[in-house]
């Protein structure tokens, strides 16, 4: 059975670091594309990054601006996402997600299973 579950809520003042995990189980992450997406209070659930089989190497939307890094750690069935230079307007629920398909990796609606969200808070 298919699981993904993402790490407890996190607080930080703005311009710290927050890594983000998410343990996968049914299934081995480098068989797959993981993705983090977030979610703002009022706002449409986005994209962040994602691992990408066919690239080889890591999709960032225009926003992370090089402050995110997404990885892999397949001994451990781990997906993370590094996150600095945080801004309050990175507060939201943060989800990682699998696909197990070839299809495109900016779109939510692509993805096969997700996990429950992980509230991150980045105080001013």
């Known amino acids: 059975q298919v699981h993904m579950v993402e790490s407890g809520e996190k607080m930080v003042q703005a311009g710290g670091s927050l890594r983000l995990s998410c343990a996968a189980s049914?299934?081995?992450?480098?068989?797959?594309?993981i993705g983090w997406f977030r979610q703002a209070p009022g706002k449409e659930r986005e994209f962040i990054a994602a691992?990408?089989?066919?690239?080889?190497?890591?999709l960032y939307a225009d926003f992370v601006e090089g402050r995110f890094t997404i990885a892999t750690d397949n001994d451990q069935n781990m997906v993370y996402l590094q996150m600095n230079s945080l801004k309050p307007e990175d507060t939201a629920t943060y989800y990682c997600?699998?696909?197990?398909?070839?299809?495109?990796?900016?779109?939510?609606?692509?993805?096969?299973?997700w996990g429950q969200g992980t509230q991150v808070t980045v105080s001013s």
């Open positions: 049914g299934f081995t992450v480098s068989s797959v594309d």
């Open positions: 997600a699998a696909k197990f398909d070839y299809s495109i990796i900016f779109n939510e609606g692509n993805y096969d299973y």
């Open positions: 691992t990408s089989r066919s690239r080889g190497t890591p």
